[in-house]
């Protein structure tokens, strides 16, 4: 048996709330928040009571549009907001989440550094609660450079808010 659930965030789960349950929500993207509500916020509600600490993997491009439905859900202690999300809604609808922002791989190949930087830090002031924020870029390509890595590091590691 595996303590790893969603291998891609664990790693970031183990720094910021050890021992907590995460389930991934990769598919939700593809719903409606009324088709969620009805089908699957059920499933989550009951995972969350069955655990102190839950989290929400949801690597899809637009978790605003079914937030209001993950804010029902108790012990909501983290979610993985996807690449392109509405991360300033996000916020709004969960202060007291901590939010680990995803940086797009695509994105992160094709974009200019200033673009990058850019990216990013309105990124991190529109998700920034001090304690419970990260951003992470996963699922790199071997034909991303090794030089946008750098640079993608470099900028997060430069971020005052």
């Known amino acids: 048996m595996s303590d790893t659930v ?13 021992g907590i349950y995460l389930t991934s929500n990769c598919s939700v993207d593809m719903v409606s ?15 969350a009571e069955a655990f102190p600490e839950f989290g929400i993997h ?3 491009k637009s978790m605003e549009h079914v937030v209001e439905g993950y804010r ?32 797009s791989p695509v994105r992160l190949k094709n974009a200019t550094f200033e673009e990058l930087k850019n990216d990013v830090v309105k990124m991190a002031r529109d998700g920034y609660v001090e304690g419970l924020v990260s951003i992470s ?25």
């Open 137 to 161: 870029c996963v699922g790199i390509g071997d034909d991303v450079p090794d030089e946008k890595v750098r640079d993608f590091l470099k900028v997060v590691s430069s971020i005052r808010i």
């Open 33 to 47: 928040l009324e088709i969620y509500k009805e089908f699957l916020l059920p499933c989550d509600k009951a995972l």
């Open 72 to 103: 029902e859900v108790q012990n909501l202690k983290f979610t993985e907001v996807g690449a392109f999300s509405d991360v300033k809604k996000v916020r709004e609808v969960l202060p007291d989440v901590f939010l680990n922002l995803r940086y």
């Open 58 to 60: 949801h690597c899809g």
């Open 6 to 18: 969603s291998a891609g965030v664990t790693g970031i789960l183990r720094k910021t709330i050890p």
